[in-house]
């Protein structure tokens, strides 16, 4: 079990999982739909950063047609509270954006959708980055 219990509240999140953090350097992991990550990121937004948005292709992985996005939060100051918050988004699905809760998020979700072609509704910019 993680060693820091989270009491935070997340509106938006569709399960929630201890994890041992010497094990995964996190101590929870959520699922949300992609339509509540806006919801979900304010959630974290007292006291927490985003450290990361990455994606991961399901398609040869698993059975299912598309991605994970992972959004990973972590309290800022001590002591350590990693949350990874993982999204499924099917092949021609949309992801909803979080830039407006946490703006630094615009890059990553940008370099997603540049290398595997994920769309972000309501993106404030969502335009080539690396290609």
């Not at 979900?40 to 006291?47: K, S, T």
């Not at 598309?66 to 499924?88: A, T």
């Not at 630094?104 to 595997?116: N, P």
Request: glycine content about 6%; charged content about 25%.
């Amino acid at each position: 079990m993680s060693e820091v219990s989270s009491d935070l509240a997340l509106a938006g999140v569709q399960s929630s999982t201890d994890i041992d953090f010497h094990e995964r350097g996190l101590q929870h992991r959520h699922e949300a739909l992609a339509g509540d990550m806006p919801v979900v990121a304010a959630a974290f937004r007292a006291g927490y950063c985003l450290e990361h948005i990455t994606c991961l292709d399901l398609r040869q992985v698993e059975e299912v047609a598309g991605f994970r996005v992972d959004y990973q939060f972590n309290r800022i100051g001590s002591p350590v509270d990693r949350h990874v918050v993982q999204v499924k988004v099917g092949e021609t699905e949309t992801a909803t954006s979080i830039a407006s809760v946490y703006p630094g998020a615009d890059w990553y979700e940008r370099e997603t959708w540049d290398m595997y072609g994920i769309h972000f509704s309501e993106h404030p910019d969502l335009r080539r980055l690396l290609t």
